[in-house]
């Protein structure tokens, strides 16, 4: 019977293969039943030997995230805004980038009761981020998938945020108007190259047609007459969308129509708000 690895020596194996070593210590404290963010732990008992069954799940583990699946969908959760979120490969992975449509939600939210409604919510990410950031908040989520529906009131449950999470393609089962409207829609053009690094996410929650930007004509078409005086639509886009997704916008009437730009210094946000009385609204 070959000797057991030790906890140091499955790491170094699983980086031989090609992972980085942060994940591959990810991986290895989620087979062993712990908290991603215990590394300490790993360190302080390196030497530990592991059972048989752990290395056999790890490297299991380890090989399909070589093969390229993300490391999230194998883990099945990935944390966002602060909150760690259960995923699997029927939602798009939330990344970072969407923080900044959560952070301009929350700088122009006022106080109080706002009512918030986010469109296709996924794994309900942008709506439990504000709902954890602003509890006396009125959150809304809607999705098209029956599937992302339901993760995103798992979640919801699991963390304990009130958030009303129903099944509606884009505006088609919402009523009443809101006072801020958030949305990272489906946004890369069909065909477009980036889309081979993205084989095990949901395709639907991806594409958006030749160029990339119908569902958000869909959603900035449709956005007034949900909207409050003065309430604000932010959408994320492409990273060389910003310039189409803000004429859209002022085409359709929006005021104070601008961008903000990602971690990587990247316009990938732009909203404006709504004034009824600038143009009158169009319903869906």
């Given at each position: ?25 990810w ?34 583990l ?30 798009l ?48 989520a ?10 995103a ?9 009130a ?7 884009w505006?088609?089962?919402v ?9 990272n ?21 991806l ?7 119908s ?6 078409a ?10 604000w ?15 859209l ?10 961008s ?7 316009q ?17």
């Open positions: 019977m070959p000797e057991a690895l030790t906890c140091a020596q499955a790491i170094a194996a699983a980086c031989s293969l090609g992972l980085e070593r942060l994940e591959a210590q991986l290895l404290l989620h087979v062993l039943g712990k908290p991603h963010g215990e590394r300490a732990w790993l360190i302080a008992h390196d030497c530990d030997p592991l059972p048989p069954e752990v290395s056999e799940r790890f490297n299991v380890s090989q399909r995230r070589v093969s390229g699946e993300p490391l999230a969908y194998i883990v099945g959760q990935q944390e966002f805004f602060g909150l760690l979120l259960a995923i699997d490969a029927r939602v992975i939330p990344r970072p980038d969407t923080e900044t449509l959560v952070s301009w939600a929350l700088d122009i939210m006022p106080a109080g009761t706002v009512k918030v409604l986010d469109l296709g919510t996924g794994s309900g990410a942008i709506a439990l981020a504000l709902k954890h950031a602003r509890p006396a908040a009125v959150v809304s809607i999705d098209a998938s029956a599937d992302a529906v339901a993760i009131r798992n979640n919801a449950a699991a963390l304990g945020l958030v009303s999470i129903e099944i509606s393609r505006f088609e089962q009523d009443g108007q809101f006072d801020v409207i958030v949305s829609p489906p946004y890369v053009r069909e065909g477009d190259p980036h889309l081979t690094a993205l084989v095990h996410e949901p395709i639907q929650a594409t958006a047609g030749d160029d990339g930007l569902d958000l004509r869909k959603i900035i449709a956005a007034p007459a949900h909207l409050q005086m003065g309430g639509l932010l959408l994320e886009h492409g990273y060389d969308q910003a310039g189409a997704v803000r004429q916008l002022q085409d359709q009437g929006f005021e104070n129509v601008t903000r730009d990602d971690l990587a210094g990247i990938r946000c732009s909203g404006g708000y709504w004034r009824p009385e600038t143009r009158p609204a169009q319903r869906d």
